[in-house]
């Protein structure tokens, strides 16, 4: 197991010391990162002491360290888990041939673009949160949004390295203009559509790190069975972290579900109205939110039928999440069957990669909600929260545009305007869920509308005060 070396101007695990050209490199973008954190990062928090953890080796114990950060000083580094000896290409055409340590020529172009897509997601998120802090539930919370920033900004620190080190010029190119797009800028947009999406409350924090952030989940675990062995080993190291993001998600909303059963429970109602007028977010309002993050996030996997996922895998670039399940790893005379609005299609299945690996993604969105409609059914509420359809709301793909209900069915263009209210959030309930953002920074208090969760971190009572404020 490597350790990271912290004396270093950037930490690193990468031995960064011994290329005096790339280490130049990175530590002239290094001052660039810090200026984007400070105009693009969380808003008037610089100051502020956070508990944060910092990676001090990429082994299981290295997450060991925790203290308090001030999040301008956070120790940014490049960490890759430890290269697996003599590894081999575990899928595609080239299957059982080494791992590159090099970039083929042939395939430059391609990995570069993945690995920049991979890249200006994650500042992408730091920028859509920036301004959440000022509504935080609880201190608490409020560790947890930095913690997720953090990291998101070392994930871009992750993909930076790959394009310095291995793409030369065009590489440090691609970096400076990871940080000249912006989220939601008009002229200079984020590459994927889900991270133009503004996220200004809290219930779409929680959404977005339960759904948007497992897509990270899965893109990153394709990625790590890359050909590519560097890419492999950051995104090996980058899913240890990201699992925290969708632990973030995944308790938040069922912190929410909780309180609302409680005043659900106090009031003896589950009339919407009542709920609301006790500051709770009733569960159908929470429904509309998991419509919108997931119909969002599922785009992000791509196009049902994509030749790009066909080359992208036939070339061993991206292979499928936990390839190893698999028996058939070429998939050269595969076939699936598709449902498109078209009706059933039989397409190869290298080129219906992308829809396999959303569907299993879907399959791993089910495990939240069996465990908070689980709560519900408890408290003796027969509401039940669903996912919505693969089809709803779609901006990619073959069901692009389509008038397709939550339930995935077609209906008439005039019936989905009209219903499309019932399904995602209104500006009325946007309006509501925005009320009821007040930031709540006493030590161990939560704000009315979300449970206190059920432990601290890093075994700390839930009163620690986890951010100072000063
Ligand atoms: N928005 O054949 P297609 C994360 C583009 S999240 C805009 O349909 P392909 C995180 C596509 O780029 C994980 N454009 O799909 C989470 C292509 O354009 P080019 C991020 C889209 O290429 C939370 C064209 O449409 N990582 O880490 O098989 C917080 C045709 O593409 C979209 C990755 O995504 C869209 N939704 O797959 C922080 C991994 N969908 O290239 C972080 C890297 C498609 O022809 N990216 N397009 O100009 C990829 O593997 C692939 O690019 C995609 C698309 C899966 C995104």
Same mark, same amino acid.
């Given at each position: 197991m490597s350790s990271v070396n912290y004396a270093e101007k950037i930490p690193n695990n990468v031995n960064l010391s011994t290329d005096r050209t790339l280490q130049r490199a990175l530590e002239h973008w290094q001052p660039r990162f810090l200026q984007w954190w400070h105009e693009m990062g969380p808003t008037d928090f610089e100051k502020a002491d956070v508990y944060l953890r910092t990676a001090?080796?990429?082994?299981?114990?290295?997450?060991?360290?925790?203290?308090?950060?001030?999040?301008?000083?956070?120790?940014?580094?490049?960490?890759?888990?430890?290269?697996?000896?003599?590894?081999?290409?575990?899928?595609?055409?080239?299957?059982?041939?080494?791992?590159?340590?090099?970039?083929?020529?042939?395939?430059?172009?391609?990995?570069?673009?993945?690995?920049?897509?991979?890249?200006?997601?994650?500042?992408?998120?730091?920028?859509?949160?920036?301004?959440?802090?000022?509504?935080?539930?609880?201190?608490?919370?409020?560790?947890?949004?930095?913690?997720?920033?953090?990291?998101?900004?070392?994930?871009?620190?992750?993909?930076?390295?790959?394009?310095?080190?291995?793409?030369?010029r065009d590489g440090r190119e691609e970096a400076e203009e990871l940080l000249a797009r912006h989220s939601g800028d008009a002229d200079k947009p984020r590459i994927l559509t889900t991270f133009n999406e503004p996220i200004s409350d809290w219930l779409s924090f929680y959404c977005f790190t339960y759904f948007t952030d497992r897509d990270g989940k899965y893109q990153l675990k394709s990625l790590a069975e890359s050909a590519f062995d560097p890419l492999s080993r950051t995104c090996r190291f980058m899913l240890t972290e990201e699992a925290h993001h969708m632990f973030v998600g995944e308790t938040g909303i069922g912190r929410v579900v909780k309180r609302t059963l409680e005043v659900m429970k106090e009031l003896g109602t589950d009339d919407p109205q009542r709920l609301r007028a006790h500051g709770a977010?009733?569960? $159908?309002? =929470?429904?509309?939110?998991?419509?919108?993050?997931?119909? #969002?996030? @599922?785009?992000?996997?791509?196009?049902?039928?994509?030749?790009?996922?066909?080359?992208?895998?036939?070339?061993?670039?991206?292979?499928?999440?936990?390839?190893?399940?698999?028996?058939?790893?070429?998939?050269?005379?595969?076939?699936?069957?598709?449902?498109?609005?078209?009706?059933?299609?039989?397409? $190869?299945? =290298?080129?219906?990669?992308?829809?396999?690996?959303?569907? #299993?993604? @879907?399959?791993?969105?089910?495990?939240?909600?069996?465990?908070?409609n689980r709560q519900i059914e408890r408290a003796g509420s027969g509401f039940r929260l669903s996912l919505p359809s693969g089809r709803f709301r779609r901006s990619i793909g073959s069901w692009a545009g389509l008038p397709v209900t939550p339930q995935g069915e077609l209906v008439s263009r005039e019936a989905y305007e009209q219903r499309l209210a019932e399904w995602v959030p209104s500006e009325a309930d946007r309006a509501f869920v925005h009320s009821l953002m007040k930031k709540v920074v006493a030590p161990g208090k939560m704000a009315a509308w979300i449970a206190p969760p059920e432990r601290g971190i890093n075994n700390l009572p839930v009163e620690y005060e986890y951010v100072k404020l000063h």
């Amino acid at each position: 197991m490597s350790s990271v070396n912290y004396a270093e101007k950037i930490p690193n695990n990468v031995n960064l010391s011994t290329d005096r050209t790339l280490q130049r490199a990175l530590e002239h973008w290094q001052p660039r990162f810090l200026q984007w954190w400070h105009e693009m990062g969380p808003t008037d928090f610089e100051k502020a002491d956070v508990y944060l953890r910092t990676a001090i080796s990429v082994d299981a114990q290295g997450w060991a360290h925790y203290g308090a950060v001030k999040m301008p000083d956070y120790r940014w580094g490049i960490f890759l888990a430890d290269p697996v000896a003599d590894r081999r290409i575990g899928f595609g055409d080239a299957m059982g041939e080494p791992a590159w340590q090099q970039v083929p020529g042939e395939y430059r172009s391609v990995l570069r673009r993945l690995i920049v897509t991979q890249g200006d997601t994650e500042p992408a998120s730091v920028e859509q949160q920036r301004l959440l802090g000022h509504t935080c539930p609880s201190l608490y919370d409020l560790r947890n949004l930095f913690q997720v920033n953090v990291e998101e900004g070392r994930h871009l620190w992750a993909m930076v390295y790959l394009l310095h080190a291995y793409f030369g010029r065009d590489g440090r190119e691609e970096a400076e203009e990871l940080l000249a797009r912006h989220s939601g800028d008009a002229d200079k947009p984020r590459i994927l559509t889900t991270f133009n999406e503004p996220i200004s409350d809290w219930l779409s924090f929680y959404c977005f790190t339960y759904f948007t952030d497992r897509d990270g989940k899965y893109q990153l675990k394709s990625l790590a069975e890359s050909a590519f062995d560097p890419l492999s080993r950051t995104c090996r190291f980058m899913l240890t972290e990201e699992a925290h993001h969708m632990f973030v998600g995944e308790t938040g909303i069922g912190r929410v579900v909780k309180r609302t059963l409680e005043v659900m429970k106090e009031l003896g109602t589950d009339d919407p109205q009542r709920l609301r007028a006790h500051g709770a977010v009733d569960l $159908p309002l =929470l429904q509309k939110y998991l419509n919108f993050w997931c119909s #969002s996030s @599922l785009d992000l996997f791509g196009s049902e039928i994509s030749s790009n996922a066909a080359s992208n895998f036939a070339a061993g670039l991206k292979g499928r999440p936990d390839e190893s399940q698999y028996e058939d790893h070429v998939l050269r005379g595969a076939m699936l069957k598709l449902a498109t609005p078209e009706g059933e299609q039989e397409v $190869p299945m =290298l080129n219906a990669l992308n829809e396999v690996m959303r569907e #299993s993604y @879907l399959k791993d969105c089910e495990i939240g909600l069996k465990r908070w409609n689980r709560q519900i059914e408890r408290a003796g509420s027969g509401f039940r929260l669903s996912l919505p359809s693969g089809r709803f709301r779609r901006s990619i793909g073959s069901w692009a545009g389509l008038p397709v209900t939550p339930q995935g069915e077609l209906v008439s263009r005039e019936a989905y305007e009209q219903r499309l209210a019932e399904w995602v959030p209104s500006e009325a309930d946007r309006a509501f869920v925005h009320s009821l953002m007040k930031k709540v920074v006493a030590p161990g208090k939560m704000a009315a509308w979300i449970a206190p969760p059920e432990r601290g971190i890093n075994n700390l009572p839930v009163e620690y005060e986890y951010v100072k404020l000063h």
